[in-house]
């Protein structure tokens, strides 16, 4: 049987992730009643001791649930965080958070670091233009050159927001997923590679091997900006770490963000074949760019409710 589990570790050294896994307190900061869940606006401490400002989503009807950590996208629009997988504000395919919580999740949605309210200059949904993305530079560069990674604090973030889900009295612990598009289709191979919390995932417009995109020029997003990875590790070791657990990668023809996400997917196959687990390595391919549409995002809460 292939074993992931040094290469995972090998991984998880590298990044230096510390991934916390104790209690986690909150505070309901408001609550409002949508049509077939609540929504809490709550927050939280981050892995520095910063405040996370997330959207808790519970069904309405009773019982416990699977939970599902959502990661939000980037589009260049750090004003633009948990509010668009609530549906607030931004692209309306984007919006999990209700979807899935009437579809029987409890959902989190918290804001990545440098995104909508975990922003130094200005809070909220206004954009601050060139604050904005001077602010996410800075957060990578003054990391490097103190020999951390802004990857290390977006995946220690993560895991917290994990460690939340799993506490929560209505939430099935042992059924944890985690679903990202473009910047957070990109969080959730890192995480559900070193996070065996994590049962199933759902990473769309985010597989590319950093070989691809230097060769196609295409930008490398700052918390993928890892001195020296790529002589050791690419994105289909982090898929195989995560196997032999449930994964969807998603990708399209004429997206440069998972312009080679078939060669990956095969790449990466060996490791779930190994451990009797081939079907829980899916790929799902359309035609089209990069930005999510109607039949993706169907596509994708189907796939969740059915792993669910």
């Not at 001791?49 to 019982?63: H, K, N, V, W, Y």
């Not at 802004?150 to 944890?176: F, G, P, T």
């Not at 559900?192 to 950093?210: K, M, P, T, V």
């Not at 994964?247 to 790449?267: F, G, P």
Request: glycine residues 8%; aromatic residues 10%.
């Amino acid at each position: 049987m292939f074993s992931p589990e040094p290469l995972c570790q090998n991984l998880a050294e590298y990044l230096g992730v510390d991934m916390k896994t104790g209690h986690v307190d909150y505070t309901v900061i408001k609550s409002e009643k949508e049509e077939g869940y609540e929504r809490y606006l709550i927050s939280y401490a981050g892995s520095e001791g910063d405040e996370i400002r997330a959207f808790f989503f519970i069904p309405c009807s009773s019982g416990t649930f699977p939970g599902l950590l959502v990661h939000h996208q980037h589009g260049g629009e750090r004003h633009i965080g948990k509010s668009e997988v609530a549906g607030l504000i931004g692209h309306e395919w984007q919006a999990f958070g209700p979807e899935l919580a009437r579809r029987g999740f409890i959902v989190l949605a918290p804001d990545s670091i440098c995104f909508e309210d975990r922003r130094v200059n200005k809070k909220g949904i206004e954009a601050d233009g060139y604050n904005d993305f001077l602010q996410h530079y800075n957060e990578m560069c003054y990391r490097l050159v103190q020999g951390e990674l802004l990857m290390k604090k977006v995946l220690e973030d993560a895991s917290i927001a994990v460690s939340l889900l799993q506490q929560h009295r209505y939430v099935q612990s042992n059924r944890i997923g985690v679903l990202g598009h473009s910047y957070g289709g990109n969080t959730v191979l890192f995480q559900a590679a070193l996070d065996e919390r994590i049962q199933f995932a759902c990473s769309s417009g985010a597989a590319c091997s950093y070989a691809e995109k230097m060769r196609r020029g295409t930008g490398i997003e700052m918390a993928e900006v890892i001195p020296g990875l790529v002589k050791k590790f690419d994105i289909e070791d982090l898929i195989k770490c995560i196997a032999p657990r449930k994964i969807l990668i998603m990708s399209a023809e004429e997206d440069k963000y998972s312009q080679d996400a078939h060669i990956i997917v095969e790449r990466a196959r060996e490791a779930f074949i190994k451990n009797s687990a081939a079907d829980n390595l899916q790929h799902k391919r359309f035609r089209g760019g990069h930005a999510l549409n109607q039949a993706r995002f169907t596509y994708i809460t189907n796939w969740l409710v059915e792993q669910a």
